[in-house]
């Protein structure tokens, strides 16, 4: 009954419009209209939380207590701290290229948007069930370097322009291990379709038959939402704010909150891959399988959380070093011994 | 029927909208005072020196062009992929085969010092 909460509510929906003499296609427009806006929804209402969550997360391993005044618990910080920057002015500086630097905080938050719009939340609650949903993550999700990238250089600000390259390197870079990466799990399941990928584990999960390619794509995912140790690209130590320097008011705000969308998109993806996306395990099924997903993606988010606050931040030569001597030869072979066991086993009978 | 391309297509409307709403707001609700001062490139806190758009290393565009080169040849590693369970031994040595070029040019940028960040 709860399992299917979602998928009951839109089929009202979708009867009470055809009831009423909607056209087809308008009801198809309009339901999806729905879904999307619940989609926005999670991704406002997670992304709030989840930069209090990382702050509070921060505060416990750096034994303070984090937030405790806006709100119950501090809960409403965040809220608080958006609603500021609405009533921040937008300051455009001098010589600043003022259509890249105003269009690019606007386009920021279509990248994870579209992502969102395919992956599965739970039993055939896809709000767009694309074939090729794997390879059309990759292409929508390497959108975002261009914009952070003409953010930087929009700006008129060494420091800005220095991060905007360097967004460039590091998410080019770390795009190769996570692509290839991803390669292992697409040989074993067969197909591109997220949906099918999920099902494709029931059995077992692809984290333990691709335990290599999972560690290349965590790290490549934490280097992709240019979180620490790989934050170089805002390393505020050393290039202010990165892209963002020049930025105030809803401009950074927006910023912000795709950061926040983008590490959801990654664990969200890193959950379907590896983790059984909503897949119950251990035949608990008595619990519905979106919450499965949601237990799952919080896990990996807090595994990115405590890596941020554990591990110091990279030199930029280590950083590259790492990525292309390290972790693309390292995918590359997990592909060919991929590709080989799955020979082999097949060729034994499994 | 809506198929997925104008699902996608709609998602991509309403985020460019969200992104417009969102600046339209700060642009409403907040206060628009220009002063000279104000208007200054923040960078680092200190008055700017020199012009920002200048020549800059090429390192970083050696390592853009480097992607552009492996990318191009992992896409055609996804078809493959996918069909890889039916094909048999043939798509197996083919892999081999594609695999081995891959990692004679990435041996090849590598001696070359591509990787190396002087």
New interface residues.
Partial sequence: MLESIFIEIADIIRYWFLDLGTP??LT??IL??IK?SAI?GFIIVNALWLVYMERKVAAYIQSRIGPIHTGPKGLLQTAADILK????????????NRIIF?LM??????PP??TW?VIPFGRDMT????DMG???ILAVGSLSTIIFWAAG?A?????S?IGG?RV??QM??Y??PL??GL?GV??IS???NLNQIVIAQDNVWFIFTQPIAFLIYLIAGISETNRAPFDLVEGESEI?AGPY??YS???F??FFLAEYANMMVVSAVCTVMFLGGWLAPFGMDFIPSWVWFFLKMYFIIFLFMWIRWTYPRMR??HL??FG??VL??LS?AN??VT??C??IF?GIGW | MLSVWGAVLIFLIVGVIFGVGGMLAGYILAPRRKSAQKSIAYECGVDTIGPTWVQFRTSYFLYALLFVIFDVEIIYLYPWAIKFQSLGLFAFVEMIIFLAILVVGLWYAWKEGAFEWT
Avoid at chain 1, 127 to 130: L, M, P, R
Avoid at chain 1, 155 to 159: D, P
């Fill in positions: 087809e296609l198809e427009i999806m209209l999307l926005l920057l609405m009533g921040k002015e937008i300051i455009l500086p001098d010589g600043i105003i905080p606007i386009l920021i938050f279509v948007l579209m719009a709000a767009v069930d694309i794997v390879f059309y250089w700006s008129n600000n060494k420091y322009l390259m460039v390197a080019v870079s795009e190769l692509v290839l390669l697409v040989m067969g197909s591109l202010i320097t020049e008011g809803m401009g705000a927006l930029v030569d590259m070093a292309w001597k693309v030869p590359l592909i060919f590709g080989a799955i020979y097949r």
